[in-house]
Each structure stands twice: as structure tokens, then as C-alpha cells.
């Protein structure tokens, strides 16, 4: 691996935006392609952060300053990632569900999912059972992500793949739950396929389930 390379995966994991941003441009300037620097960057920087948030190593104020890195490193290539070059691992639509404003978890599953190379669309919070399923149809998801903090709103998981499966769409997405509340007990009662108790397990989840 080149040592630019190697300094952007260092940076990311210290949470060094600029720098990440930096030696970005400056891989890119040497020569080496956006499709490189991304899987042999940014993509292994972001998954050795998020072994180490499973593990207990890394916290969630820590991974949010090497995913707000990942981001700036991704920002420069994002105009030169096109379809041909870079293939996405797949499209998951996230949203925080209808009566619940928490967005903590949601936003590192997001920033995780993206530095792990899928396309994420990021519905926000308060996203009611509709929305959802206008963007999985628009979109052409092939999953999607719920998240719950509040007891009072976990019921809204259960309307929302009901409203999937209204509008025959069900089939034709994955569909995993997570938030503090939430057991894998409660993912299998309403039907959804997984259940995810942190941001680093949806990112391994995702993986295998879109393998």
C-alpha cells in the first residue's frame, strides 16, 4: 500500500478531517485512481474504526469525528465516482420512524454504511410509514433501515413494513430495525429480516444480507 495511502487510513481514524481532505487531494494529484483510493483508503480506514467500536475500543464522539473524515476524503472523490467506475454495494434508505426525532444512531449508521461503500438515502427522522415507501419505490432500494429510541414509537416499525407490504414492495426489500429499545425478538414479531444493537453490527448485517 502507498504510504498516502496509509496516512489517509491513519488520519481517518484519528478523526483528522483536514488531513484525510488533504491527502485525498494529494492521492489523487500522484495519480492514483478515485476507485483506489477509496477501497484502499478510505473503506479500510472506516472498517478498522468500525472493528473497533464493536470491540469497545472506539466511542460513539470518537467514530463521529473518523466518519465526519471519511466524509471530507469522500467529498473530493464523489464528483469522479461514477457509475463505471465505482459500483455501490447497494442502496439502503434510512429513516428515524414516524414520532421519534432521535437521529444519533441513524446518522452513524449512515456515515458507516456510506464510508463501507453503499448508497444510502437518508430520510431524516419523524419519517412516516409513506415515505418510506415512496422512496424505496422511486429509489429502487434494495433495503431498508429503521431506527427507534423511544418505546412509544417502535409500533411505527411494525406500520411501515405492513405499508411495504401493502404496496408489494415487501419482497423486494431487506428490511432491518435498530435502536436502544429494540431485541431481536421484537425485529422477528413485526416481520423485519434483522436486528442490529449498534451501528458497527448494521454495517456487518448489511454486508452479509446484501452479499
Known amino acids: 500500500m502507498s504510504n498516502i495511502l496509509e496516512q489517509i487510513q491513519i488520519n481517518l481514524y484519528d478523526g483528522n478531517f ?6 485525498t487531494k494529494a492521492a489523487l494529484e500522484n495519480g492514483i485512481a478515485a476507485y483506489n483510493i477509496l477501497n484502499d483508503g478510505l473503506v479500510p480506514g472506516m472498517n478498522i474504526v468500525g472493528r473497533d467500536f464493536k470491540s469497545g475500543v472506539l466511542f460513539i464522539p470518537e467514530v463521529l469525528m473518523c466518519a465526519k473524515a ?3 476524503g469522500l467529498e473530493v472523490l464523489r464528483p469522479l465516482l461514477t457509475r463505471s467506475e465505482a459500483k455501490s454495494q447497494g442502496k439502503v434508505v434510512l429513516g428515524t420512524v414516524a414520532g421519534d426525532l432521535h437521529d444519533i444512531g441513524k446518522n452513524l449508521v449512515s456515515m458507516m454504511l456510506q464510508g463501507a461503500g453503499f448508497e444510502v438515502v437518508d430520510l431524516g427522522t419523524d419519517v412516516k410509514p409513506e415515505q418510506f415507501v415512496a422512496v424505496v419505490r422511486d429509489e429502487g432500494a ?13 409500533s411505527s416499525m411494525k406500520s411501515t413494513i405492513a405499508a411495504l407490504e401493502e404496496a408489494g414492495l415487501r419482497d423486494q426489500v431487506i428490511v ?3 435502536g436502544a429499545p429494540l431485541t431481536a425478538e421484537f425485529a422477528q414479531a413485526i416481520g423485519a429480516d434483522s436486528y442490529a444493537p449498534n451501528a458497527g453490527a448494521a454495517v456487518d448485517t448489511v454486508r452479509e444480507l446484501l452479499a
Not at 18 to 23: F, I, L, N, P
Open 18 to 23: 483536514d488531513e484525510v481532505e488533504a491527502a
Open 70 to 72: 471519511m466524509h471530507a
Open 142 to 154: 434494495d433495503m431498508v433501515g429503521m431506527s427507534a429510541l423511544l418505546t412509544t414509537t417502535m
Open 176 to 178: 432491518i430495525v435498530g
